[in-house]
C-alpha cells in the first residue's frame, strides 16, 4: 500500500537558521511527490513537486527539497527560516494510474522563533 | 484571483439538516477534488471528477454524501441528515489534465462545517 510519513509533529527553529522539515513515502513505481503548506483556516498552497530530473527542487518562498531515492525521503529544506514560515506542512505522493490521487502525510507544524 | 473558490466559508448547523458546499475551480482545470480534514490532520480524499464524470468515490463517503459536477465547470458537495461526526473543514482543490499524476492541486480555502 502506498503511504507517506511525516516523522515529525513539529519542527522548531531560530529565525535565520537552516530548517529541514522529513518526509518518507512508500510506492510501487515511481513517485510523484509534492510539498504542501497550510496556514490557519486556510486550504494548502502548493510549494514544489518533484516528478522526475534533478533531485534537487526549488519552489516558492525559497524553499527546496531534495529527493532520495535510494532512502525514499523527500525533505523540505530552507536556508535561511522566517517567522513568517510558521504553518503546518504536508508532504504528499501519487503515481501513474491511481486517478491522480493523492496520499497524504498527516503534516508538520512548523514553529520558526523570532 | 482565479484561484479555487469555495463557499460558504463557514457554515454552523444542527444535527439532522442539510447542507450544501460550492467549489468553483480555476476555469481551465478538468479534475476536481474534494477532501474532508480535522484538526491535526492531513486532508482525507472523498471524492473526484474528471470534467462532469464522477470517477471515484473513497468508501469514507457515507451515503449521506454527495457531490455532483453537472456542467464540468462547479461542484456541489452534499451531506444530508449531518452527524456531529461530520463537523470538519472541507476542502476542494483543481488541477489540470492530461492523463498524467505530475500536475499540482489547488485548494481553495475551505468550508468549515460545525454541527451543533
Redesign the interface.
Known amino acids: 500500500a502506498q503511504s507517506v510519513a511525516q516523522p515529525e509533529d513539529q519542527v522548531n527553529v531560530a529565525e535565520g537558521n537552516p530548517l529541514t522539515v522529513k518526509c518518507t513515502y512508500s510506492v510501487s513505481g515511481n513517485p ?1 511527490l ?1 510539498w ?1 503548506v497550510q496556514y490557519p ?6 510549494l514544489l ?1 518533484y ?1 522526475t530530473g534533478d533531485n534537487l527542487v526549488k519552489g516558492s518562498y525559497g524553499f527546496e527539497a531534495e529527493f532520495n531515492k535510494s532512502q525514499t525521503s523527500f525533505h523540505l529544506k530552507k536556508p535561511s527560516a522566517l517567522v513568517s514560515d510558521s504553518a503546518l506542512y ?1 508532504c ?1 505522493v ?9 496520499i ?4 508538520t507544524s512548523l514553529a520558526v522563533n523570532p | 484571483d482565479t484561484g ?1 473558490s ?1 463557499n460558504p466559508r463557514h457554515k454552523i448547523t444542527k444535527r439532522g439538516q442539510n447542507v450544501t458546499f460550492r467549489c468553483d475551480p480555476i476555469s481551465e482545470h478538468n ?1 476536481l477534488y474534494w477532501y474532508r480534514q480535522t484538526l ?4 482525507e ?1 472523498l471524492t ?1 471528477f474528471q470534467n462532469e464524470a464522477q ?2 468515490k473513497s468508501r469514507l463517503l457515507s451515503d449521506r454524501f454527495s457531490a455532483e459536477r453537472p456542467k464540468g465547470s462547479f461542484s456541489t458537495l452534499e451531506i444530508q441528515r449531518t452527524e456531529q461526526g461530520d463537523s470538519a473543514m472541507y ?1 476542494c ?1 483543481s ?1 489540470a489534465g492530461g492523463g ?11 468550508t ?1 462545517l460545525s454541527i451543533l
Not at chain 1, 497524504?104 to 503534516?107: K, P, Q, V
Not at chain 2, 491535526?40 to 486532508?43: I, R
Not at chain 2, 499524476?101 to 489547488?106: E, K, L, R, S
Open positions: 510523484y509534492f504542501y483556516n486556510r486550504g494548502l498552497q502548493f513537486k516528478i504536508f504528499a501519487s503515481t501513474a494510474g491511481n486517478n491522480r490521487k493523492l497524504w502525510g498527516l503534516g | 479555487v469555495q479534475r491535526g490532520q492531513g486532508p480524499f473526484y470517477l471515484e476542502l482543490a488541477s498524467t499524476a505530475n500536475q499540482p492541486q489547488h485548494f481553495g480555502d475551505g468549515r
